[in-house]
């Protein structure tokens, strides 16, 4: 028995460890693959991006064994001392990166999060407005096959024709005319800057809660590099590894009152940030994943860092450098370019779906997903879009230059997308490109 005071928990790589060959060679050796796929491929998910070291080494730390149900000070459980201390350090570091009042950091993911806002704000049957998901939205933002269209009234809202961005003037006579009492205002797939001021404006003027989804974009907002929405909207949610380079996980920050308390709820009914938290222990989840909210509060601690600024400036300029590259390449993006990290190829008049396409440049190690466009005529399996993000590519030190070359690599597939001899041949060009750089989070070669 290891009675040493550092062990197994203080190994500074927390995957890849040599207990993990000897008890599991299946899994061991299953993520030595998907090491090896990471370091030779270009990853371009929107969503994605290599959490640091410490932040994986507290994801696999001994906090993934208590149990913790409740919230700081008031547990179900005994011995929560010491998470009682994380939680709060976690919750105090957010309201400090975010300006807001009140943060919950349990939620499991961004989908159980804006369904804890539902549930704390509406009643099965209401209605709400959001940007649907050939638009650039989410799930969660009504669409049919999703909880928040079966259980809500669904009202879209859409983008303007010529811009493809929101249209607010629109957006503004549908909620006249609906009067939902939730509009969201956030997405997936929307290469551009939310205007939040526009859109609390229209939520006020029909005594709507308007909620900002920001599951992409919380570190470009951490970054001062896309505005901070807290002082425009009642709720924000977020997922926890995206830009902001955290945990797989989720938060909720919000205001402590409501200003529709006494419209849409009894007054003996709790405050927001009250009502929140019980939306999200105990009305769905149970106990909240300590090692989790552990490494949150590592990547909040990382993102305070003034590096952090530079990292999210350079992932806009990523973005933006890409998208140029491309356009001259003669691709169309939907919206014509991007303001954030993310860019969207628009292949309706293109011979393959994007699936297609998707197929094709993830044999050349170029991994990407495949994405509705707006006004897409292709099957939501298949699709007419490439999205394309620069949040992973710039935590491995990519700047404008690569940024170049991947359009280079990306035409190069597109253009022959039968020839597989030209997918191997950008693929060994990929591993070779990548080699320069290391990747956060795993060990030194
Ligand atoms: N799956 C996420 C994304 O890729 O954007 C959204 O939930």
Not at 18 to 44: F, G, I, N, S
Not at 68 to 81: C, I, L, S, V, W
Not at 112 to 130: C, E, H, T, V
Request: glycine fraction near 8%; charged fraction near 20%.
């Amino acid at each position: 028995m290891d009675n040493s005071a550092g062990g197994a928990i203080t190994q500074p790589d927390t995957y890849g460890r040599p207990h993990l060959a000897a008890v599991d060679c299946r899994v061991h050796e299953l993520l030595l693959r998907q090491e090896r796929q990471e370091r030779t491929t270009l990853k371009l998910i929107a969503s994605e991006n290599f959490a640091s070291s410490a932040v994986l080494e507290a994801t696999g730390s001994i906090f993934t064994n208590k149990y913790a149900e409740g919230y700081p000070g008031a547990r179900y459980y005994a011995g929560n001392e010491i998470v009682d201390e994380l939680e709060n350090l976690a919750i105090e570091r957010l309201k400090a990166l975010f300006g807001c009042e009140h943060a919950n950091v349990q939620p499991y993911s961004g989908s159980p999060a804006n369904q804890a806002i539902y549930r704390a704000l509406l009643s099965p049957g209401d209605k709400m407005m959001g940007l649907p998901l050939p638009s650039g939205g989410h799930l969660t933002h009504g669409w049919a096959v999703n909880f928040s269209g079966t259980d809500y009234q669904r009202i879209p809202y859409g983008l303007h024709e010529k811009t493809q961005q929101i249209d607010h003037d629109r957006l503004r006579e549908t909620a006249k005319r609906e009067r939902p009492k939730l509009i969201w205002v956030g997405g997936t797939a929307y290469p551009r800057i939310f205007d939040y001021a526009a859109m609390a404006e229209i939520a006020s003027e029909v005594n709507s809660y308007l909620v900002a989804d920001i599951a992409h974009i919380s570190g470009l907002i951490v970054a001062g590099v896309h505005p901070n929405p807290v002082h425009h909207c009642d709720v924000v949610s977020s997922t926890s590894h995206k830009s902001i380079r955290g945990p797989r996980g989720g938060f909720i920050l919000s205001r402590n009152e409501d200003r529709y308390q006494a419209l849409y709820h009894s007054k003996n009914n709790h405050n927001l940030a009250k009502r929140i938290d019980r939306a999200v222990f105990p009305l769905l989840q149970g106990g909240p994943h300590m090692n989790t909210i552990a490494a949150l509060a590592v990547a909040l601690h990382e993102a305070a860092n003034p590096s952090f600024r530079v990292y999210g400036q350079q992932i806009v300029k990523n973005a933006k450098a890409l998208a140029q590259a491309l356009l001259e390449r003669g691709y169309d993006l939907v919206t014509g370019g991007t303001d954030n990290h993310m860019l969207i190829l628009d292949l309706r008049d293109r011979p393959l779906s994007g699936k297609a396409y998707a197929e094709r440049l993830s044999q050349a190690g170029i991994i990407t997903n495949f994405n509705m466009v707006p006004g897409d005529w292709r099957h939501p399996a298949l699709t007419s879009g490439i999205r394309l993000g620069t949040p992973a590519v710039t935590s491995v030190g990519m700047g404008e230059a690569e940024m170049v070359q991947i359009a280079a690599f990306i035409d190069l597939v597109c253009r022959q997308p039968d020839d597989p001899d030209v997918h191997a041949c950008v693929r060994r060009d990929v591993a070779d490109f990548c080699a320069a750089f290391d990747v956060p989070g795993m060990p030194d070669r």
